[in-house]
């Protein structure tokens, strides 16, 4: 897993959840920047599974394979899911959807990094 990339990942949630705070405080609906940011997420996250399958099937350890899949899976469903249901919700709470998916986001990544060390070290 590329440490960079986690970072940057989670950096770019916590600025899709700020951002869609402001939306929600401002009362407007879903738009296509959320839906860029989180399609931009979503390739991000794509892109970071992607190498960590890899090491994994090259033979890298993580203190419990099981897990860091479970959340790997659901790390990819987030942004799909918060974005069909922001667009669903035509009020101010379909951005506060998206905020709260952005901020889930960040603390799946920052447990990614957890799991995927051998043993929680």
Same mark, same amino acid.
């Given at each position: +897993?590329?440490? *960079?990339? /986690?970072?940057?990942? #989670?950096a770019l949630c916590l600025a899709l959840a700020a951002w869609s705070g402001i939306t929600v405080l401002r009362d407007r609906k879903v738009g296509l920047s959320h839906l860029v940011w &989180?399609? #931009?997420?979503? &390739? !991000?996250v794509l892109a970071q599974a992607v190498l960590a399958v890899a090491r994994l099937i090259g033979g890298h350890h993580t203190s419990s394979a099981v897990t860091f899949v479970g959340y790997v899976i659901g790390? &990819? &469903? @987030? =942004?799909p899911i918060a974005g069909l249901w922001g667009l669903a919700e035509r009020s101010?709470?379909? =951005?506060? /959807? *998206?905020? @709260? !998916?952005?901020?889930? +986001?960040? @603390?799946l990544m920052l447990r990614w990094q957890q799991v995927w060390r051998p043993n929680g070290a």
């Open positions: +897993m590329s440490g *960079v990339l /986690v970072a940057t990942i #989670v &989180l399609g #931009v997420i979503e &390739l !991000a790390t &990819l &469903l @987030v =942004p101010r709470w379909g =951005p506060a /959807v *998206v905020a @709260v !998916a952005g901020l889930t +986001m960040a @603390v």
